[in-house]
Each structure stands twice: as C-alpha cells, then as structure tokens.
C-alpha cells in the first residue's frame, strides 16, 4: 500500500518517466525555508558559489531536513522501495537577470547511477516556477 502517492500518480511516473506536480511543502513552509537559505548564503556567501552548492545539506540542518523530510522519503518510497540513499543535493539559485540555464539531460546518465530505474531526483522549488522565470520542463517518456 503506497505511503504518499496515488496508484495513478505512481502509475504515471513509471509511465511518463517523472512525477509532477507533487506538492511537498506548503506556500508558508516553502517560504520559511526560503527565508533560511537567503540567511545562510548572507552570512556564508562564499560558501554558496560554484561547487559549494552541492551537498550543502550535509552543512546546513535545515537543509538536511529537507532531504529526510517524510513526505519526500515516503513518495521516494512509493516509487522504488524502502532502501533508500541520498546521492547528493545540488543549489540551482536563479539570481534576478541571470541568464545561466541547464541543457536537457537524464539525471541518471548525467550522474552515471546504473540501474536508471532504482533512482529519482527530486525537484524542489522555494519560489513560484513558471516559464517567465524557468521552470523545470520534462519529455514524457524519455527515459525509456
């Protein structure tokens, strides 16, 4: 029996190769976090460029919170089982008139994680994504 997700949302991600929306946190709480990262980067801006920006949950609890938080382990949990590792985490901060993108890419290929199928990223926005400020986009189907 699934902890977080709906048959038909683990139906369509094993079909469709991705789960979205999927609502984690709540406008307030997403916000709060929001407010603890902008805090955290203030106080430790340098530890916030290029690759300071990988795994800054082993660093930062709130971060870390995330990254065991129930309702992201219990959907994980629904989509490939119990054991479960956290590979890494990666900051995509979108400065105001940053014109920096990520090309199209398969997390799995791009991080060379084999079996494909044993592994989910999450994606987690702090702040409104729309196309007007770069939203995640996705190829149903891609990856297969």
């Known amino acids: ?8 949302q ?9 789960l979205s929306p999927l609502t984690l946190f709540s406008p307030e709480e997403a916000a709060s976090i929001r407010r603890e ?7 430790w801006p340098e530890a916030f460029e290029g ?10 609890t709130f971060l870390d919170a995330i990254v065991h938080h129930p309702r992201l382990l219990d959907a994980v949990e629904d989509l490939i089982g119990p054991d479960i590792l956290a590979y890494g985490s990666v900051l995509f ?17 791009y991080m060379g994680l084999e079996p494909h199928h044993s592994a989910v990223s999450a994606w987690i926005a702090l702040t409104p994504s729309n196309p007007t400020n770069g939203c995640m986009s996705m190829i149903p189907g891609s990856h297969k």
Do not use: T
């Open 51 to 60: 690759a300071g920006r990988n795994n800054a949950h082993l660093n930062l």
């Open 37 to 43: 990262l902008e805090a955290a980067e203030a106080r």
């Open 1 to 8: 029996m699934p902890k977080q997700l709906s048959q038909a």
């Open 10 to 18: 683990i139906d369509s991600y094993h079909q469709d190769g991705f």
């Open 93 to 109: 901060i979108k400065e105001p008139q940053d014109v920096g993108f990520v090309s199209w890419h398969q997390d799995c290929r």
